[in-house]
């Protein structure tokens, strides 16, 4: 089997000259707080604040400047209930191109009408009786439509490693960089931009304990699957690695960690309370990852992805609540 040609920092870089001016370059934050706290110093890339409240929306741009004449006028077609569906809509909003997305019928209605507030036409299906990926494939074949699948996909991974390019590009070098990861698009983008632009820097990713499919296949050395996790972080509640993210992570990660649930309400507490920062759960396993292994880190200079701050204010509120 011929391996899949993978992206490098080359279209990374092409990736940031099709989003500039286009995509947000996004602040870094510090907290003096938790450098006191850990003895390390520690910047945030607060992805939170890109367009549409999460780094999605590099990548599904990147992929959608690049599609053909042909392609634009048929459309394109995405499945998520998450950030991706609205990283999608509002890049086609802005590129005029028609956006079709699939959502479970019973995703949170806000999520909805954000997705249509962008303008795409929102398919709801039955999750527990429909194949989304049959039939996001049969509206790809029936309208001509092209997919764009949220991570294992060349351009979207180019487009995610924007966001550690412009990190380098501001703070420097790094001993380490701490970025969550579901299907590992943003961690391998992250890998290639790490590579080329601070070679020593040791990179992690940090997935939810209950759904450590990408732990388990680094140790194994090929994809796990496992069943939908159970877990607050719904933007990593992915089953798999894909080829071309898997492929990049084995070649280049230090590690992959861990972080349970209360891991990560302590840290949305903490952005809230203390960098006044809304981080959805997922958001938040950079930092929850990072004060699991904090010991290792004293002395240094370690930067986080925030990667998203797309989270229900009630739902919010009620999870910074209860953890007090
Ligand atoms: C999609 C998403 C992730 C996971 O990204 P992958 O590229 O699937 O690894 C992490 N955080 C947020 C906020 C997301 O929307």
Same mark, same amino acid.
């Given at each position: 089997?011929?391996?899949?040609?993978?992206?490098?920092?080359?279209?990374?870089?092409?990736?940031?000259?099709?989003?500039?001016?286009?995509?947000?370059?996004?602040?870094?934050?510090?907290?003096?707080?938790?450098?006191?706290?850990?003895?390390?110093?520690?910047?945030?890339?607060?992805?939170?604040?890109?367009?549409?409240?999460?780094?999605?929306?590099?990548?599904?741009?990147?992929?959608? @400047?690049?599609?053909?004449?042909? !392609?634009?006028?048929?459309?394109? #077609?995405?499945?998520?209930? =998450? %950030?991706? &569906? *609205?990283?999608?809509?509002?890049?086609?909003?802005?590129?005029?191109?028609?956006?079709?997305?699939?959502?479970?019928?019973?995703?949170?209605?806000?999520?909805?009408?954000?997705?249509?507030?962008?303008?795409?036409?929102?398919?709801?299906?039955?999750?527990?009786?429909?194949?989304?990926?049959?039939?996001?494939?049969?509206?790809?074949?029936?309208?001509?439509?092209?997919?764009?699948?949220?991570?294992?996909?060349?351009?979207?991974?180019?487009?995610?490693?924007?966001?550690?390019?412009?990190?380098?590009?501001?703070?420097?070098?790094?001993?380490?960089?701490?970025?969550?990861?579901?299907?590992?698009?943003?961690?391998?983008?992250?890998?290639?931009? @790490?590579?080329?632009?601070?070679? !020593?820097?040791?990179?992690?990713? #940090?997935?939810?304990?209950? =759904? %450590?499919? &990408? *732990?388990?296949?680094?140790?194994?050395?090929?994809?796990?699957?496992?069943?939908?996790?159970?877990?607050?972080?719904?933007?990593?509640?992915?089953?798999?690695?894909?080829?071309?993210?898997?492929?990049?992570?084995?070649?280049?990660?230090?590690?992959?960690?861990?972080?349970?649930?209360?891991?990560?309400?302590?840290?949305?507490?903490?952005?809230?309370?203390?960098?006044?920062?809304?981080?959805?759960?997922?958001?938040?396993?950079?930092?929850?990852?990072?004060?699991?292994?904090?010991?290792?880190?004293?002395?240094?200079?370690?930067?986080?992805?925030?990667?998203?701050?797309?989270?229900?204010?009630?739902?919010?509120?009620?999870?910074?609540?209860?953890?007090?």
């Amino acid at each position: 089997m011929t391996q899949p040609a993978l992206p490098t920092f080359a279209d990374v870089e092409a990736a940031a000259a099709r989003l500039r001016g286009v995509s947000h370059k996004t602040p870094v934050l510090t907290s003096t707080t938790l450098n006191d706290l850990l003895g390390a110093e520690v910047y945030f890339k607060a992805e939170s604040l890109q367009r549409m409240g999460a780094f999605k929306f590099r990548g599904a741009y990147n992929a959608l @400047a690049q599609f053909s004449p042909e !392609q634009r006028r048929a459309g394109v #077609v995405a499945f998520s209930s =998450g %950030n991706h &569906a *609205q990283g999608v809509a509002l890049a086609a909003r802005i590129l005029g191109i028609p956006a079709t997305i699939l959502m479970p019928s019973d995703a949170p209605a806000m999520k909805i009408a954000a997705t249509r507030g962008y303008g795409a036409n929102v398919v709801t299906y039955d999750r527990y009786k429909e194949d989304r990926e049959a039939l996001g494939r049969k509206l790809a074949e029936d309208g001509g439509l092209t997919l764009v699948p949220p991570y294992d996909h060349f351009d979207v991974i180019a487009g995610q490693g924007t966001a550690a390019k412009e990190l380098f590009e501001e703070v420097g070098a790094l001993d380490a960089l701490f970025a969550p990861l579901g299907g590992g698009g943003l961690l391998s983008g992250t890998l290639l931009s @790490a590579k080329a632009l601070a070679p !020593q820097c040791q990179v992690f990713g #940090v997935e939810p304990e209950a =759904g %450590n499919d &990408a *732990q388990q296949s680094l140790r194994k050395g090929s994809i796990v699957h496992i069943d939908t996790p159970v877990t607050l972080a719904d933007g990593a509640q992915t089953q798999h690695l894909g080829n071309l993210t898997f492929a990049i992570i084995q070649r280049d990660v230090t590690d992959i960690l861990t972080a349970t649930d209360a891991e990560l309400v302590e840290a949305m507490r903490f952005f809230g309370s203390r960098m006044k920062q809304v981080v959805e759960p997922t958001g938040c396993l950079g930092l929850a990852g990072l004060k699991t292994v904090a010991e290792q880190w004293r002395g240094k200079r370690v930067g986080i992805i925030i990667s998203g701050g797309n989270v229900d204010l009630a739902r919010y509120a009620q999870l910074v609540a209860d953890s007090a």
